[in-house]
């Protein structure tokens, strides 16, 4: 039973870098989404997916992109990584018009 | 816009007492709310959920949680913490039925200690 499974758990970047954090699910769910989570600032809505082939923006998409091409992958592009793109970051995925599931989330450090 | 207010930033409670975690909401519809709680380290997991009828929910670990809409509520309340309790809980707004395509807001969490 893996869920939601994101890779690496941890990173530290240097300020101009680049990365992408991976996010798989085997849930056969067609919905996929990228948070962030800030200390005291609760989880905020990167980009989100509805299927193969579609995204979206959420609401802080700045700094970031991301691709859908299979059902299961859902990665997230950090270009030119700024210190304020430091933070705890969470794949989750669904079905339509159901709960949302969570991976353990990415720990990533812009220095 | 929509929002979620959790007015306590953290709270402590001895093993044993009973908790009351508060969560208020803005939203012009009915909403479906939802609290997750997020242990150290972990990823977020659902307690319970709300979508309609019966306005007290039972979740996992012993929580529930009692949507008030003349409140804008929806607390979450354990009758006896456990040391294991101890974790941030979030609670959320869906503007559908899952908080699918995008649509789910949560609040800042509430962190919670616990005693001895």
């Known amino acids: 039973n893996a869920g939601v499974t994101q890779t690496p758990k941890f990173r530290i970047l240097k300020i101009g870098q680049s990365m992408t954090l991976q996010c798989t699910q085997d849930m056969n769910h067609n919905y996929m989404y990228w948070y962030r989570q800030d200390p005291g600032m609760g989880l905020k809505l990167i980009y989100y997916?509805?299927?193969?082939?579609?995204?979206d923006k959420g609401e802080v998409p700045n700094g970031y992109n991301v691709s859908r091409s299979t059902t299961e992958d859902f990665p997230l592009r950090l270009e030119l990584a700024a210190p304020s793109q430091t933070s705890v970051y969470f794949c989750?995925?669904?079905?339509?018009?159901?709960?949302?599931?969570f991976g353990a989330g990415t720990r990533l450090s812009v220095l | 816009a929509q929002s979620v207010t959790q007015p306590d930033i953290h709270i402590t409670v001895s093993e044993g007492a009973s908790l009351e975690l508060r969560c208020n909401y803005s939203?012009?519809?009915?909403?479906?709310l939802f609290w997750y709680v997020q242990s150290p380290g972990q990823g977020l997991q659902l307690l319970l959920k709300y979508f309609s009828g019966d306005t007290l929910v039972q979740g996992i670990k012993g929580f529930e949680a009692e949507f008030k809409r003349s409140q804008s509520s929806f607390n979450l309340r354990k009758p006896s913490v456990h040391w294991s309790d101890a974790a941030e809980y979030f609670c959320?707004?869906?503007?559908?039925?899952?908080?699918?395509?995008?649509?789910?807001?949560f609040g800042k969490g509430t962190k919670l200690s616990v005693k001895p």
């Open positions: 959320a707004v869906g503007l559908t039925r899952g908080g699918s395509q995008g649509n789910l807001i």
């Open positions: 997916s509805v299927g193969a082939g579609i995204t």
């Open positions: 989750a995925s669904s079905r339509p018009k159901n709960i949302q599931y």
């Open positions: 939203y012009g519809a009915t909403p479906y």
